[in-house]
């Protein structure tokens, strides 16, 4: 698989991702551990399906125990995470801080061996940087005291989501496969948070059930199975700054379906958050023309 291939099946790991707002919102008041543990199970069952189909094909899930740590600490911990941060933190400005994740991967795609990080790849994070924020502040993200354990809850998550993407360019040689695996033990970790901490809540309509299948098929399913071919084996940096597009295409996917409003802030937002992607793109273009 070439680079450039690899790049492009990562990009629409960040085309699901937008879809996440809408199919939540779709999905009613499921509690967050609740939703996550019901969905990360069909994302998961979806891959041990594929692994059953080949007569070895379980043996891929017999992984050294660092490889499990990073992928259900990224999986799991950045979510259990993100969680906790809108409990004790407005989404707004929880998503401000969260989103340093594409830029901090940029950044830290410099420590792999044979990645060269450039001036145009830190501008076009930052541009994508800078629209988000704008989205979000336009959105009326303010930030106050009381809000502090929600948002370094939302700022370590960061933290996590970016180390666990780098981390698997240097587990290149895990099968992507192995992300089922990964998805069930989050699904079972999820299930005992909610349990500790959450009342059950079922879906209440064909609608809302839809809209967890949906989940789990694809923003908390075949999403992680391409974004785990994109950091192994696509242009991560690339990858870092397009993954600003999440929150512009989950606000448009929200207008369209009529949760939002249209704004000049968002449309400012989509300049600079295309312009950045595009900016940190040059190389893949120029590798197209030659």
């Known amino acids: 698989m070439s680079q450039r291939t690899a790049t492009l099946i990562g990009l629409t790991a960040i085309l699901m991702w937008s879809l996440l707002a809408l199919l939540t919102v779709a999905t009613g008041t499921i509690p967050a551990f609740q939703l996550a543990a019901m969905t990360f199970a069909i994302g998961g069952v979806v891959g041990l399906l594929s692994l059953l189909r080949r007569p070895d094909g379980l043996q891929v899930l017999r992984q050294p125990l660092k490889v499990w740590a990073v992928g259900v600490g990224g999986l799991f911990g950045y979510h259990a995470l993100y969680f906790l941060a809108l409990r004790f933190a407005p989404p707004a400005e929880a998503g401000l801080l969260n989103y340093l994740w594409p830029l901090l ?36 993200a303010s930030f106050a005291t009381s ?10 998550a960061a933290f996590v989501w970016a180390i666990y993407s780098v981390l698997s360019r240097r587990l290149k040689a895990v099968p992507t496969d192995a992300v089922a695996g990964f998805c069930m033990a989050t699904s079972a970790l999820a299930a005992l948070a909610h349990v500790a901490i959450e009342h059950t809540v079922w879906p209440e309509s064909a609608a809302q059930w839809l809209a967890v ?6 923003p908390v399913g075949a999403a992680f199975y391409a974004w785990d071919i994109g950091m192994k084996r696509g242009d991560i940096r690339v990858l870092g700054a397009a ?4 929150p512009l295409l989950s606000t448009a996917f929200l207008i369209v379906a009529g949760y939002a409003r249209p ?28």
Do not use: C, W
């Not at 950044?107 to 076009?124: C, D, M, Q, T, W």
């Not at 809000?147 to 370590?156: C, E, K, R, T, W």
């Not at 400012?268 to 940190?280: E, H, P």
């Open 213 to 218: 299948i949906g989940l789990g098929i694809g």
């Open 263 to 290: 704004s000049a802030a968002i449309a400012l937002a989509a300049l600079l958050i295309a312009g950045g992607g595009l900016v940190a793109a040059k190389d893949m273009f120029l590798l197209r023309r030659r």
């Open 105 to 140: 991967i940029v950044l830290f795609s410099a420590f792999l061996p044979g990645e060269r990080l450039a001036a145009h790849h830190v501008i076009g994070a930052a541009l994508g940087l800078v629209g988000t924020a704008l989205l979000l502040v336009g959105n009326g």
């Open 147 to 156: 809000q502090l354990p929600g948002l370094g809850a939302a700022f370590v």
């Open 243 to 246: 993954s600003y597009a999440t």
